[in-house]
């Protein structure tokens, strides 16, 4: 799959992103990571949270190479454009978050206690481990977005 035919399939659009887009989501990435970690949370909310911070971190990776995702099923589309903009090396993790995405649907949509500790546990860990993937990829590619 390619930029072009997530395009011709209106699953993608051009779109520039700035300095304030890239700052803001890494704010919600922040909140989200920490968010949860907190053990008052139930293990759904965790795992829901941690995923959502995957997805922010996701959509910054797109947004600096120049698309953002949009229409239906955009969660799925956004870890298929992640393979995209950032290469092979994000293949095992994107195949994982997909798996989680399909979990978040359920947490979200159809029922409750489905995440277990461990799972909640090893998506907040994978989510900083992303962080930092992403930190380093935008170092390296989009200087101009680097903190």
């Given amino acids: 799959m390619t930029w072009q035919?997530?395009?011709?399939?209106?699953?993608?659009?051009?779109?520039?992103?700035?300095p304030q887009e890239i700052h803001d989501?890494?704010?919600?990435?922040?909140?989200?990571?920490?968010?949860?970690?907190?053990?008052?949370?139930?293990?759904?909310?965790?795992?829901?949270?941690?995923y959502n911070a995957v997805l922010q971190l996701t959509k910054i990776a797109i947004a600096c190479q120049g698309y953002r995702v949009v229409g239906l099923g955009h969660h799925r589309t956004t870890f298929q454009a992640l393979e995209i903009a950032m290469g092979p090396s994000v293949v095992s993790l994107s195949s994982y978050f997909e798996l989680c995405r399909r979990?978040?649907?359920?947490?979200?949509?159809?029922?409750?206690?489905?995440?277990?500790?461990?799972?909640?546990?090893?998506?907040?860990?994978?989510?900083?481990?992303?962080?930092q993937l992403v930190e380093n990829w935008i170092r390296k590619n989009h200087p101009a977005y680097a903190v």
Avoid: P
Wanted: proline content about 0%; glycine content about 2%.
């Fill in 5 to 18: 035919d997530l395009l011709n399939a209106q699953r993608v659009r051009v779109h520039r992103t700035g």
């Fill in 25 to 50: 989501l890494r704010g919600v990435v922040e909140r989200d990571i920490r968010d949860a970690k907190l053990d008052a949370l139930s293990e759904d909310r965790r795992f829901a949270t941690a």
């Fill in 103 to 131: 979990q978040r649907n359920q947490v979200d949509y159809d029922m409750a206690n489905v995440a277990t500790e461990a799972e909640a546990r090893l998506l907040v860990e994978k989510a900083e481990e992303f962080q």
